[in-house]
């Protein structure tokens, strides 16, 4: 979380401080998928950890958390948070577009501010405020990271990871950059964001392929399979194999100086704090939050990486 949001709570609480806190708390909601992989973990983490920090500092705001396992588990949630009483905001990260962009419409027409995070919904008039990471930017910037080290030229593979606009955008942006090279993807398939189903694609490309120079798994889940397979098969002709996301296994690498992994960017789960800290300072601060926010996604070196190091978290 940047240190100007926790400026701006702090000189909330103080205006707060002084008046008699008689009116009903606001209600923020937060309801967040499970922690079915790493980055979903952190999501789950950075929330609870939002959610303790703001209910400590606004004694008239509750911030509730609830993670669901399934799209249709989450419609549920939406339907229990909002029985019985008035939602004030709503910070959701979809389980899927399509299956909660009815059930959120539904509760922001019971009038709550909605705040979309991630994954956004099939119709964008719904949010007030979106947050996410630059998508495209994780895969261009990976590129020319590539392009720079490998002087132009090499062969390349790439896993991707469920059918989702977030994969597409990381691809694009990836495709995009390396467009006018002598860079050159040998193959390109789904892992799912699944470090084994990543171990065992990347057993197949090093059957396949004698020659790959790089390998780049557009998450950091499948990048520890990628690695892990890549250890197993000795192989010596591989320079970089680089992820995505900001897992702090990898960062600890980047930290480390090591030579396969030497970069990284990030798409950091702490987003979701962010988010839930914002829509706060909307409805106590009157802070204008209203649109789209889009994180930056530079790269992280051995310069930086400690900023973006969090030993603490579950990613």
Do not use: C
């Amino acid at each position: 979380m940047s240190g100007k949001w926790i400026a701006a709570l702090a000189v909330s609480t103080v205006l707060l401080a002084g008046q008699a806190l008689s009116a009903d708390k606001k209600v923020v909601a937060v309801s967040i998928p499970a922690a079915d992989h790493g980055w979903t973990a952190g999501i789950v983490y950075h929330a609870q950890a939002a959610a303790k920090e703001v209910n400590a500092a606004f004694p008239n705001v509750e911030v509730v958390v609830k993670t669901s396992p399934s799209a249709t588990a989450q419609v549920s949630a939406l339907e229990d948070l909002s029985a019985g009483r008035k939602l004030d905001a709503l910070v959701i990260l979809p389980y899927t577009s399509e299956e909660l962009t009815t059930p959120v419409k539904a509760v922001k027409d019971a009038g709550t501010f909605i705040t979309v995070v991630d994954r956004g919904l099939n119709d964008q008039s719904i949010q007030d405020l979106y947050l996410a990471g630059d998508n495209i930017a994780v895969g261009r910037n990976t590129a020319k990271f590539m392009i720079d080290k490998l002087g132009g030229q090499g062969n390349l593979v790439v896993l991707r990871g469920i059918p989702t606009v977030i994969d597409d955008e990381r691809i694009q942006g990836f495709q995009d950059a390396i467009k006018g090279t002598d860079l050159k993807v040998l193959d390109i398939q789904y892992a799912n964001w699944n470090s084994d189903d990543a171990f065992k694609l990347m057993q197949d490309y090093l059957a396949k392929y004698p020659q790959i120079d790089a390998v780049w798994a557009n998450d950091d889940d499948m990048l520890l399979g990628v690695l892990e397979a890549v250890k197993e098969s000795g192989r010596k002709d591989i320079k970089l194999a680089l992820g995505g996301n900001g897992m702090k296994d990898i960062v600890k690498k980047v930290i480390d100086g090591d030579q396969m992994t030497p970069v990284e960017t990030p798409y950091p789960p702490a987003m979701i704090k962010t988010a839930i800290y914002m829509t706060v300072a909307n409805i106590v601060g009157q802070a204008p939050v209203r649109g789209t926010v889009k994180l930056d996604a530079p790269l992280i070196t051995q310069e930086n990486a400690k900023e973006y190091y969090f030993p603490d978290s579950p990613f």
